[in-house]
């Protein structure tokens, strides 16, 4: 075989955890999912996991995990986020990888990321080595060996760089057509335009390659400064650009077409057709690009000249011959090198004209001398409590990849100088996470587009604040003035400067203990009391709780334990929430002063709140609590909307009750309307529209779902024009692939089947599309598995039998499964 093809794919999301919860916020533009990683997992991380096959008439016959069967790369911070919040994807991912073992010879097809996606270039020595090992030991823990491959962020590449990728034991790296200068063959020949070579010269003769004119069906090998030697891929440069940006995706015939157009019988090599784009092209950039993929695995499966291939297996079977000498400083991204990430080089993403990047130098400067600051703090207090700090911080990793408590205490003793007491291990922990913040304001995403308050940009200097924080708790000083008379060299394209961007859009949103004590508080007024619970990355402790209820009003007074499970920094602390009605929530928080100070708290609010003077109940909290007073304003967003929801709750119900009139008042005249062909009056219309589609999601929260009912207010959508929110899509969706979890668990339930299969038959005007991915894989999977012992299930009851099979049997049509 000398026909061989691969896909890499580059999965990876900019991390978007807020620094003080370690948890991605409530993000409305990716409504109606939670956030992006969310939406995005929907559209595609899951999607490949379980890629369908569609026969003739439009049914699934194959589902095949694309990852299996493709080359692929994940973020670690991403993978962190998915094990977390989607394990049934990333286990699927992470088995991927072992089937591909199997395919491939023995090869994985996994390869490992730089960890927090820097520019490698422009990262200093020890921020390079860090970033190489962590990727090569987050790799190592997730899939269990040791990677070969490593994909650099932006394919962004220096010889540097290479070396130490060497140094940790990675062999090859995929970089772009345009990023090589020139090749030799090994016996100093050139080839001829055909790709055959000349009779041996003797010396070796580079050609220029320059400007995309590399070949990239084969691997090359490059000298590097250390005498060693690593081999390179470059993909090809069209057909990823058409994958990417063009609709390629939409034909898995044209797919396919295309990449084995590029073998030719003129080269006398072993050919690798290789593409590589952003993974999130397979299904979330271009919808159902994973189906398009799998059906091209499927078809070259059936092609006897042409064999898949991962890079790992072929760099084995073929070890690159031909030199190559590449662009120091080069990416995929920018034309200009790496400039898009330090300087104003005219890359953008072209849909803000007039605009300028003039920030991006200024932001630079501002994150490396940040960066600069911490690691002098670090070099001076690391040796008092560490034996080899650096080293530590690269160990530090471990400590990333499992915070148990345990874990935290193996470290430390195994990098302390001698058994810290507390005060000494928060200190300890704070030093090494000020460190890893230091490295993940250097995420790439926060240069790439066009404005310096844009949600990238603001999340690395988020970043850039938690830093500042912890560099401001070990030393006592304030960082922050200096940071911010450098972010304000920066100019912005929608205020002054990046220093006006920060103080409106970050520094807002920084968290102390007191303030993360205040969320907790606030939070306990609605919700039932818990003597001690974990929120993101704290762990709380009441240790004294007490309600004064008093109609929409209320008063909470406590005391309580706030830790960060992170630093294990603790802080004792007294409370006091005072309820005025409706939005009106003041709290107050402050460091705990004994029993006296607190009874006399206490005692000052609950006199005048059980008279009702609310005013002289907020002058105490002001008397006590000084600048320590917090609102609603300051909750973290998801808990914030929720007590939103909550407070507004009898306002909602008024207002719904009020459409409700108007829907239920009037539908003999709407259908009359209807008849008639009259449109409805715009009061009756949005009041019956918002009634359906409230009435139709709040079903879809529960597993009893009412068959007769949802085919009648889907019936009233039809009959009166009512658009269906994209919400109840998703509500219903979420319902048929809870539904076909109970199934999966307990597959003998004829009842819970046929309601299933009742509901479904109604729900076909609900946009759900592939959100039901999950629901048709299970039923995929039991479709092969069970058919065929439907009745051995039931031997008892031949009736039931019978109905398990033609409920299964139409559960597979509405689902568009095709049954074995």
Known sequence: MNRYLCLHGHFYQPPRENPWLEEVELQDSASPFHDWNQRITAECYGPNTGARIIDDEGRIARIVNNYARMSFNFGPTLLSWMERHKPVVYEAIIAADHESRDIFGGHGSAIAQVYNHMIMPLANERDRRTQVYWGVEDFRRRFGRDPVGMWLPETA????????????????????????????????????????????????????????????????????????????????????????FGDLLDSGVRFKERLLNVFSDERDWPQLVHVATDGETYGHHHKHGEMALAWMFEDILKDHEVALTNYSQFLEMHPPEAEVEIYENSSWSCVHGVERWRSDCGCNSGM???WNQKWRKPLREAMNWLRDKSADVFDKQGPKYLNDPWKARDEYVKVVLDRSFENVNAFLSEHAKSPLPPEQV??????????????????????????????????VMQYAARTLQLLGDLTGKNYEDEYLELLGKAPSNVYPSAKDSYLENVKPAQVDLLRAAAHFAISSFFEEYQESFDYACYSVIH????????????????????????????????????????????????????SEAFNKLEKGLRIPFERGDLTGAIRTMDEHFGKNLFSVWHLFKDEQRRVVDKVLEPAYQLAEAAYRQIYEGNQAMLNFLSWLHIPSPRHFFDATQFVVNNDLKQMFEHDEVDPEQVKALLEQCDRWNLPLDESVGHHASEWVNRRMDEFALT??????????????????PIPMGARIWEAQNICYTEARELMANGRRLFEASTDDGTRWERAFTRLCELLKVKPK
Request: glycine share 8%.
């Open 157 to 244: 590449v220096d010889l540097r760089t290479l070396d130490i990728l060497l140094d940790y034991g990675i062999r090859f790296t995929v970089l772009a057509p345009r990023q090589a200068h020139r090749v030799a063959e090994p016996d100093g020949s050139e080839p001829t335009k055909g790709g055959k070579k000349k009779d041996a010269a003797k010396e070796r003769h580079w050609i220029d390659v320059s400007g995309d004119r590399i070949d990239p069906t084969r691997p090359y090998k490059i000298s590097l400064p250390s005498g060693r030697e690593m081999a390179l891929f470059f993909y090809d440069g069209h057909i990823s650009q058409d994958l990417a």
């Open 352 to 354: 803000h004209f007039g």
């Open 543 to 594: 240790e004294y709780y007490n309600r004064v209820p008093a109609g929409r009003l209320g008063l909470v007074t406590g005391k309580a334990q706030v830790t960060s499970t992170l630093t294990r920094e603790s802080v004792t602390i007294a409370f006091a929430v005072l309820h005025a009605g409706d939005h009106n929530l003041n709290c107050g928080v402050r460091f705990y002063e004994g």
């Open 426 to 459: 928060v200190t300890t922990l704070k030093l090494l996470e000020m460190q890893r913040y230091a490295q993940l304001i250097f995420t790439s995403c926060a240069w790439f587009f066009d404005e310096v308050s844009g949600i990238e940009t603001v999340q």
């Open 747 to 764: 597959p003998d339930d004829v009842e819970l089947l046929e309601h299933t299969v009742e509901v479904l038959e109604r729900l076909g």
